[in-house]
């Protein structure tokens, strides 16, 4: 199946109003032409109004990195499903790993986010990915998918309608990509998680995100279950974007011509 390839950008939190400005002018001036991959920037959450202005008629969608498991109510300092869709968020990060290490996220809050995003008619992006202790005890594809299981028992037949992550926590910010060949041994696994709880999980999009950049990203574009990339430090860099872009584009390419859908 030729799945479309996205590229989202994780801004993580960074910017600022003049940042933000400079890096979609860029973007929105760089983009090719009838991009063959989809494009997303996920932005810290006071920035979604200025970011929903500033990619309003472009390729550009709008995605936030984190959503609440509650709908509404006492809970000082959340932001709600239902806020994020009031701004036109297409996608939310649910389950990054620096949510789960430093905010104590447990996989059953990362399914409830997701249910909730779902609810929206938001996208979650489930973001999944082992430590190094965990990848170095050979626990990775117990890891992944366990933390995969949560979302999939509680979202039953929606369970199509999620884009999965795969970010091993060892490859975040740390110049170490995992090789196309880890990382789609990985995949493989996933996909076939997913193919166990649908019979639509071959139109799941399965991103690679840890230290993807513009050198690295054909490489692990290329593999049959790599869908797309979620990018931190090189989204923050117009023409490091861009080159993703480009790259996932010339996959997408080539992707169609092999599978005669041109
Ligand atoms: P880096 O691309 O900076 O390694 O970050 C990856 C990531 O965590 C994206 O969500």
């Not at 983009?31 to 202005?53: E, S």
């Not at 060949?181 to 991103?207: C, D, F, K, Y």
């Not at 692990?220 to 923050?236: E, H, K």
Request: one cysteine or more; proline letters at 4%; glycine letters at 10%.
């Amino acid at each position: 199946m030729n799945r479309p390839k996205l590229i989202a950008g994780n801004w993580k939190m960074n910017g600022s109003l003049a940042a933000n400005e400079a890096l979609l002018s860029a973007l929105r001036a760089g983009l090719p032409q009838g991009a063959a991959c989809a494009v997303a920037v996920a932005v810290p959450a006071p920035y979604l109004a200025q970011v929903q202005t500033l990619v309003s008629g472009s390729p550009i969608a709008l995605g936030a990195q984190d959503v609440s498991q509650h709908d509404g109510g006492a809970y000082t300092g959340e932001v709600s499903a239902a806020m994020l869709r009031d701004f036109g968020a297409r996608y939310v990060l649910v389950g990054h790993s620096e949510r789960r290490q430093y905010h104590g996220e447990s996989d059953a809050d990362v399914a409830a986010k997701a249910q909730k995003a779902l609810a929206a008619g938001i996208t979650p992006i489930v973001c999944v990915g082992e430590t190094l202790a965990e990848r170095e005890a050979g626990e990775t594809e117990h890891v992944v998918r366990r933390q995969l299981a949560a979302v999939i028992h509680a979202n039953g037949h929606c369970i199509s309608e999620i884009v999965v992550a795969y970010e091993p926590v060892w490859a975040i910010g740390t110049g170490r990509t995992a090789t196309p060949e880890q990382a789609q041994q990985v995949h493989a696994v996933l996909r076939a998680q997913l193919a166990a709880a649908t019979t639509h999980a071959a139109r799941v999009p399965i991103l690679y995100g840890g230290s993807m950049n513009a050198a690295n990203a054909a490489e692990l574009l290329a593999q049959p279950d790599i869908d797309g990339g979620l990018v931190g430090g090189a989204s923050l860099k117009a023409q490091d974007f861009l080159q993703i872009i480009a790259a996932a584009s010339a996959a997408q390419g080539d992707a169609a011509t092999v599978s005669g859908v041109n």
